[in-house]
């Protein structure tokens, strides 16, 4: 699909060893901490030999890192890395939402399915006033209505069972001591503390973040969190069990539907009845610059890899597509011709894609999406001037829509995890509970998540036909999460681990960072630290101030509208690659929050 010749990743890197909070992002935009002499973000890559792990914390890429040097697998340095972020980046995920995992062994990739259900007792007309008009989304947000049944624990557990290697009780101990010891508050929760207008409503959020006067405890204060060790002890003692069923369980479900304003409907049974699914990962080739590679992902309830395999293959059929490159940016070409093939991409996806259990597939197969003559006649509405409107398609064999297409709402959330072991083991692990904070809920030291926002509020158009991504009992939301692994198609060796947290703007997102590395010859630290540029079907946002002019006034006369503003990715990447002739592993991680990559 791609012709540039390749240049290859430069060792650039230096070893490791051992309040305005935007409408359509999960959390704050981040000052970057490291800077070149042109003001420009940067990181030095990180080189490992063996095993390296990026996350969006120090503490909690630490805490993976201990557990890989101590033996451990990919899968066993995840679960130790998830266990701490949930402590020390509670805004983003912990063990009251959910989270898609991607595992690779010998080329055999999984898929583990920890996303949130909706309780059994839930109605499409959820998000509905009494008039029948959607609600404002922070009305639905705050509060017990949006909580979904969480995952994270129960995928953590099927995780390990099969392919640990340490014991489930070891890979506790880092986040249980950091939360009896305490840990110092980093810029960025602070930051996002102090901005957060709804997490003071809840007691016991009050309680645990703020002083009494209202403000957060200050950048460096140490944080302790008792609650949340206990509950990790006894799920490291007794197993998940004591997480889904008893007192934890009782505990979570009293907060959720004894909310004074917003109640919801979890009940008992929802935990006790939820199941992790294994899945078959969905996969494509893209031919990279003098290679080929197999790129795979999460299939449905995910969107992700369909997405982002949708807008690669557009792309590859664009005429003149390939010139990209001008003055280490994207150039206004290429960029016009990426904003439409992403907008195709999301029609698609608003139209088709849901909760595999509750959805079919188009022509009975999701990957009829990404079949390269579908993909060629969806490249063909790809000009010079952008789209008037950008429908969906109609695969090979899928008969009529059966369904209305999902209206655009906010999405948020997330962390991403990146993980590869001594043993030749991979995991992209992107975990959430969605909002930042969540439902603004804390219950036993942890937050419950909001994931039933992202369900499409509007279950039906004004005919009645349905929406794919509507709200129904049990079922799974259409996720954007885009957990990604990448081989040599030829030989099968892992060449990729990546992704990124943001809603819906994972997608583009990790499709950005994936292009620069294979497409423009970047190492993984300066293919994140690339502007970012995103359309999700309508307006193009562009990161603040990293644009030239030229290409702005291009843009525009194409016919897009443009709007500059901080996208703050969270970006993870590990990638193989040849320095000096030695096959190493080379990771960078999104200086937008507080990434770090270790390995050894």
């Given at each position: 699909m791609g012709v540039l010749v390749f240049a290859p990743l430069i060792a650039t890197a230096q070893s490791l060893a051992n309040e305005d909070v935007l409408a359509n992002q999960p959390e704050i935009a981040s000052t970057r901490s490291v800077k070149t002499a042109n003001g420009k973000p940067s990181k030095p890559d990180v080189i490992a030999q063996r095993f390296a792990v990026a996350s969006a914390n120090p503490l909690a890429t630490q805490a993976g890192f201990d557990v890989l040097d101590a033996g451990g697998s990919a899968m066993d340095a995840a679960i130790a890395v998830q266990l701490v972020l949930g402590l020390v980046e509670p805004q983003s995920s912990g063990i009251g939402g959910g989270a898609l995992i991607l595992h690779s062994?010998?080329?055999?990739?999984?898929?583990?399915?920890?996303?949130?259900?909706?309780?059994?007792?839930?109605?499409?007309?959820?998000?509905?006033?009494?008039?029948?008009?959607?609600?404002?989304?922070?009305?639905?947000?705050?509060?017990?209505?949006?909580?979904?049944?969480?995952?994270?624990?129960?995928?953590?557990?099927?995780?390990?069972?099969?392919?640990?290697?340490?014991?489930?009780?070891?890979?506790?101990?880092?986040?249980?001591?950091?939360?009896?010891?305490?840990?110092?508050?980093?810029?960025?929760?602070?930051?996002?503390?102090?901005?957060?207008?709804?997490?003071?409503?809840?007691?016991?959020?009050?309680?645990?973040?703020?002083?009494?006067?209202?403000?957060?405890?200050?950048?460096?204060?140490?944080?302790?969190?008792?609650?949340?060790?206990?509950?990790?002890?006894?799920?490291?003692?007794?197993?998940?069990?004591?997480?889904?069923?008893?007192?934890?369980?009782?505990?979570?479900?009293?907060?959720?539907q004894r909310h004074p304003s917003n109640p919801g409907q979890l009940q008992l049974s929802d935990l006790r009845n939820y199941q992790a699914k294994t899945r078959e990962a969905m996969c494509f080739e893209y031919a990279a610059a003098q290679r080929m590679l197999r790129v795979?992902?999460?299939?449905?309830?995910?969107?992700?890899?369909?997405?982002?395999?949708?807008?690669?293959?557009?792309?590859?059929?664009?005429?003149?597509?390939?010139?990209?490159?001008?003055?280490?940016?994207?150039?206004?070409?290429?960029?016009?011709?990426?904003?439409?093939?992403?907008?195709?991409?999301?029609?698609?996806?608003?139209?088709?894609?849901?909760?595999?259990?509750?959805?079919?597939?188009?022509?009975?197969?999701?990957?009829?999406?990404?079949?390269?003559?579908?993909?060629?006649?969806?490249?063909?509405?790809?000009?010079?001037?952008?789209?008037?409107?950008?429908?969906?398609?109609?695969?090979?064999?899928?008969?009529?829509l059966s369904f209305s297409p999902s209206p655009e709402q906010q999405e948020h959330g997330t962390s991403h995890i990146s993980v590869v072991d001594a043993q030749g083991n991979a995991v992209a692990m992107t975990t959430t509970v969605e909002s930042s904070f969540g439902s603004r809920q804390m219950v036993q030291g942890f937050m419950l998540n909001n994931e039933l926002t992202d369900f499409s509020f509007v279950p039906r158009d004004a005919a009645g036909k349905p929406v794919a991504n509507r709200v129904q009992p049990n079922k799974r939301p259409r996720s954007s999460m885009s957990p990604t692994l990448v081989f040599d198609k030829a030989t099968g060796e892992l060449l990729m681990s990546l992704g990124s947290p943001g809603g819906a703007l994972i997608i583009p997102f990790t499709t950005k960072t994936f292009y620069g590395v294979w497409q423009w010859g970047l190492t993984p630290q300066q293919a994140i630290d690339l502007p970012n540029f995103v359309s999700i079907g309508g307006a193009l946002w562009l990161e603040a101030n990293a644009f030239p002019a030229d290409t702005l006034n291009a843009l525009r006369q194409a016919g897009h509208e443009l709007s500059e503003q901080e996208l703050t990715s969270g970006l993870q990447a590990i990638v193989r690659t040849q320095i000096n002739g030695q096959s190493v592993w080379m990771g960078g991680a999104d200086s937008r929050r507080e990434g770090v990559v270790m390995g050894r």
């Open positions: 062994h010998d080329q055999h990739v999984v898929a583990l399915d920890g996303r949130e259900t909706a309780p059994a007792l839930v109605q499409e007309d959820l998000f509905l006033d009494a008039q029948g008009k959607p609600l404002a989304f922070y009305d639905a947000v705050v509060g017990g209505r949006s909580v979904g049944t969480p995952g994270t624990l129960r995928v953590l557990a099927l995780a390990h069972q099969r392919f640990g290697k340490l014991p489930w009780a070891r890979l506790f101990e880092p986040a249980i001591g950091l939360a009896r010891q305490g840990f110092a508050i980093s810029p960025r929760l602070f930051a996002q503390l102090k901005a957060d207008p709804f997490l003071r409503q809840d007691p016991q959020a009050l309680a645990y973040f703020y002083e009494s006067n209202g403000e957060p405890h200050s950048i460096g204060f140490v944080l302790k969190n008792p609650a949340y060790a206990q509950v990790l002890q006894r799920v490291a003692k007794e197993g998940v069990d004591a997480f889904y069923s008893g007192a934890i369980a009782q505990a979570v479900v009293d907060k959720v795979c992902g999460f299939p449905p309830p995910s969107s992700g890899l369909i997405a982002m395999g949708q807008i690669l293959g557009m792309l590859s059929y664009v005429p003149n597509s390939q010139t990209t490159w001008v003055n280490g940016l994207p150039s206004a070409a290429w960029l016009h011709s990426y904003f439409e093939a992403s907008r195709l991409a999301f029609a698609d996806r608003a139209q088709y894609v849901g909760d595999p259990d509750f959805v079919p597939a188009p022509a009975g197969n999701w990957a009829s999406l990404l079949q390269p003559e579908y993909l060629q006649q969806r490249a063909q509405r790809i000009g010079k001037q952008r789209m008037n409107t950008a429908p969906a398609g109609t695969p090979q064999g899928a008969s009529n």
